[in-house]
């Protein structure tokens, strides 16, 4: 069957390559900003960022343009991968760490770490152009990566984040915690557990690179360095499958690791292993047919949602309602990216029928936006698809290409 996703297909084709600017300041290679038809950096004297304000992102932010990156290849703008991670790369510290958030004369979100997706996007990259030039990337990649190991790496052998914000699901639950969660939106800062939860979505993302770092290596005939990253990702992976996985629940959790108590908060982050194949196959059918696809947790109407519809939290607002009063709202809402990634995924599983059905759910709900208000945003109403914040929201909603090249 064919599906008819024209008009969104052509809005991307028309915006999309607004979202690419051209080299300036620090950026030396072409980059991307996540909103379409903007200045990149225009609120670069701002104190407050335009994404707090009117739900504009004028910076280039790190796993938004990786994803958009990758999305463009659809488009045939191959370049803009290695030209993403040529720009990341150029900004690393000698210790390996990058700003996650950078426009071309100024660095945002101090402190906080460029996302493990570097490598992965690289290698998807490669996959595509077999481009032999993108070896030379090896070795700034694995200073990058050396990071995690020394800031974020704990003595159980799991990572975690900085704080939440660092995640980029920013009022995630998971991350946040209940006791945090249940003062309500207000204008203090509170205690929140920054560096102390060990998040089943950083220990994943950090597994997609060791497997990336393995094949690049192994295909540049770096032997020493693709043995290195291979046994870095099964002993992560053997991690978190005995530390995070409840085998009671068939689901895995966040850690405190200050008392190493479980945080039994059930958001998109925590399917991650089976996206990433860690987890094993009686596992990730479990977690596929409990979880992923009932309508008690994930699957909702417009399709599947960023916090299970089982947690006492789970909510459509258009910011956080819960701990720190900020723009985004992972506590329920509708993102392409979640969606993209998971589907991505099971497309290729048992369950592709199903996948093909919530392919077209999610497609169906950006579009019907585009037809209504003539741009895309970057959550939706789970249960209705009306658009929540940020219009003009490009960055991994070009993705949709992806989703629609999957079930033509």
Not at 71 to 87: H, K, P, R, V
Not at 134 to 139: G, P, R, V
Not at 251 to 263: G, H, L, P, S, T
Not at 377 to 395: I, R, V
Request: overall charge neutral; hydrophobic content about 35%.
């Amino acid at each position: 069957m064919s599906y008819d996703f024209k008009i969104l297909k052509d809005y991307i084709n028309k915006y999309a390559p607004t979202c690419i600017h051209n080299p300036e300041g620090m950026l030396k290679y072409k980059y991307s900003t996540p909103t379409s038809n903007i200045e990149a950096g225009s609120d670069d004297t701002s104190k407050v960022a335009l994404r707090s304000s009117v739900g504009h992102y004028a910076q280039m932010y790190d796993w938004d343009a990786c994803f958009f990156s990758q999305a463009m290849t659809y488009m045939g703008i191959d370049y803009l991968i290695e030209d993403t991670i040529s720009n990341f790369l150029n900004l690393k510290e000698a210790n390996g760490y990058i700003p996650r958030t950078v426009t071309g004369s100024r660095t945002w979100d101090t402190g906080d770490m460029c996302k493990p997706f570097l490598a992965q996007t690289l290698y998807f990259g490669y996959e595509k152009s077999k481009n032999q030039n993108y070896f030379k990337y090896i070795n700034d990649l694995d200073c990058y990566l050396g990071y995690f190991e020394r800031f974020r790496l704990d003595k159980l052998g799991l990572y975690s984040w900085r704080n939440v914000l660092e995640s980029g699901v920013d009022d995630n639950l998971a991350l946040i915690y209940p006791i945090e969660a249940s003062k309500d939106e207000n204008k203090d800062v509170g205690i929140f557990p920054d560096s102390h939860i060990l998040a089943v979505d950083i220990n994943c993302y950090l597994y997609g690179e060791y497997i990336a770092m393995t094949k690049l290596c192994q295909t540049a005939q770096n032997s020493d360095l693709s043995i290195k990253y291979k046994k870095m990702a099964d002993n992560l992976k053997a991690k978190i499958n005995f530390l995070m996985y409840d085998s009671k629940e068939n689901f895995y959790y966040n850690i405190d690791k200050r008392n190493q108590e479980v945080i039994k908060i059930k958001s998109w982050t925590n399917l991650l292993p089976v996206i990433y194949g860690i987890s094993d196959e009686v596992a990730s059918n479990n977690i596929i047919e409990n979880y992923i696809l009932s309508q008690t947790h994930f699957n909702q109407p417009c399709g599947l949602s960023s916090m299970s519809k089982s947690e006492v939290l789970y909510n459509q607002a258009r910011r956080g309602l819960y701990g720190r009063a900020i723009v985004s709202n992972w506590q329920g809402p509708v993102w392409v990216l979640p969606n993209a990634l998971i589907l991505r995924y099971l497309i290729n599983t048992k369950y592709k029928n199903k996948a093909i059905t919530l392919i077209e759910k999610i497609l169906t709900t950006v579009q019907n936006v585009i037809k209504t208000h003539n741009t895309m945003y970057e959550n939706y109403d789970a249960n209705t698809g009306e658009p929540l914040w940020a219009p003009q929201f490009m960055s991994w909603n070009s993705l949709c290409l992806e989703l629609i090249s999957l079930i033509n």
